[in-house]
């Protein structure tokens, strides 16, 4: 999951060690993987390579998606709407009646397959993230209701 963060996320990747902390030390919360399997799919040679990811956070009747990352040469092909709908599911089986997240405002791709899984912004954090090079990027806040 490192690898791929650092493929998805270049400029504001996880490192190991935050994975580490949320999988050992926030019981509330929960990760998914996305697999492709077939010949040399990994580079172990195992057969299976992850090819995305998705946490979720549950406290009360608010889940919040933590994070959703797709391997860039697999976007378009459904991972990420997967992925989603387990977080929604996850959400709605722990007692969630809503999800939210936060997501770069550059982040088309991102921003695409929330809208199309009906997020709507309801807030923007003006100049939350950093690039390693130029602008400061905004940080919108999506929340969907869970039926």
Known sequence: MAALESRCFPHDAWPEQTFWAELAGRPRRGYWVALAA??????EGMGEKVVGY???D??????DVMTLAVDPRQRGAGVGAALLQTLHTAGRHRGALAMMLEVRADNRAARCLYDAHGYATIHTRSDYYRTSAGPW???LIMRKELR
Do not use: C, H, K
């Open 54 to 56: 998705a946490g979720l």
């Open 58 to 63: 549950v406290s009360g009747e608010v889940a």
């Open 38 to 43: 077939g010949p040399n799919a990994s580079d």
């Open 137 to 139: 990027v905004d940080a």
